[in-house]
Each structure stands twice: as C-alpha cells, then as structure tokens.
Nanobody, 118 residues
Framework: QVQLVESGGGLVQPGGSLRLSCAAS????????MGWYRQAPGKQRELVAT???????NYADSVKGRFTISRDNARNTAALQMNSLKPEDTAVYYC????????????WGQGTQVTVSS
C-alpha cells in the first residue's frame, strides 16, 4: 500500500520557521518526483516546490529564497524547510509523489496545517 505521511505543521509567528517532512512507503522512491503543494481556504491547490531524484528543484515565485525542498532517497523522505514565513503562507500543505514512468501517477499525503499568524 502506498503511503505518504506528512508531519511538522503547526502555528508560527510571521518571520518564523517550520520544517515539514514527508515519509513515503510502498513506492520505488527514486522513480518519483517529490513535491509540496498547498491549499488555502477558498483557493485552488498550488505548487510550492518540486525536486527530482537527482536533486533538480523548482519553486513557486512566492516562496523562492525562503523555502528549500530536499529529499533523501536512501530514507524515502522529502522535506520542506520554510523560513521567513508570512501570513499568506497559511494553508494545508500536501506531500506529492509523481511517478516518472508511464503511466503517469500521483500519490498524495493527507496534508498538514501550517498557520502563520501573530
């Protein structure tokens, strides 16, 4: 059974930091692009960052320079280090695993709440 489990969300003041973690099981981890997405109330889910197995990264402009995505292929984990958090970062954050082989396939974690508020 495929499972993605996020952890590390919580409440933080503006300017603070959080580190989100995603533990994957049931997949050949190295064949998946890992990503973080977020969804705020009333808004569509949006890309935050992605990272390929080889370490190539992509970030949304809104988080570039503040967030860092990483992965550990040996431990089947991905992480999102979030610094200089802003209230507009408040959302449910979802871990995503996208299979790079045909057919395309996405797996999603259950989400973890991040709230940035004073």
């Amino acid at each position: 059974q495929v499972q993605l489990v996020e952890s590390g969300g919580g409440l933080v003041q503006p300017g603070g930091s959080l580190r989100l973690s995603c533990a994957a099981s049931g997949i050949i981890f190295s064949t998946y692009v890992m990503g973080w997405y977020r969804q705020a109330p009333g808004k569509q889910r949006e890309l935050v960052a992605t990272i390929t197995s080889g370490g190539n990264t992509n970030y949304a402009d809104s988080v570039k320079g503040r967030f860092t995505i990483s992965r550990d292929n040996a431990r089947n984990t991905a992480a999102l280090q979030m610094n200089s958090l802003k209230p507009e970062d408040t959302a449910v954050y979802y871990c995503n695993a996208r299979r790079t082989t045909v057919p395309a396939r996405d797996y999603w974690g259950q989400g973890t709440q991040v709230t940035v508020s004073s």
